[in-house]
Nanobody, 116 residues
Framework: QVRLVESGGGMMQAGESLGLFCVGT???????????MGWYRQGPGKQREMVAT???????NYADSAKGRVTISRANAKNTVYLQMNNPKPEDTGVYYC???????WGQGTQVTVSS
């Protein structure tokens, strides 16, 4: 059974750095390697929105609100996708979800709360 497990969330002050991790289990390294991955966020009372995506060949795409502050990367040998956010803001608060696009798998999410 494929699972995406996110970690690294929590409570932080605006301006602190944030690092999130997503590990895929139950999926082969070969399948993970060819899969496009993404991080999405659902803020309080809001719809889920894309934060950043990375294709199998490493091409990245960022939401306008994330550009310049967020870096998505992946370590295929570890079935892992990372999200690094610098200078998080209160509006970055939400549940962050990892997504394996090729098979539309979602993780359970990790809560991030940024206070001013």
């Amino acid at each position: 059974q494929v699972r995406l497990v996110e970690s690294g969330g929590g409570m932080m002050q605006a301006g602190e750095s944030l690092g999130l991790f997503c590990v895929g289990t139950g999926v082969s390294v070969a399948l993970f390697r060819i899969s496009d991955m993404g991080w999405y966020r659902q803020g309080p009372g809001k719809q889920r929105e894309m934060v950043a995506t990375i294709t199998s060949d490493g091409t990245t795409n960022y939401a306008d609100s994330a550009k310049g502050r967020v870096t998505i990367s992946r370590a295929n040998a570890k079935n892992t996708v990372y999200l690094q956010m610098n200078n998080p803001k209160p509006e970055d608060t939400g549940v962050y979800y990892c997504h394996l696009a090729n098979y539309n798998y979602w993780g359970q999410g990790t809560q991030v709360t940024v206070s001013s």
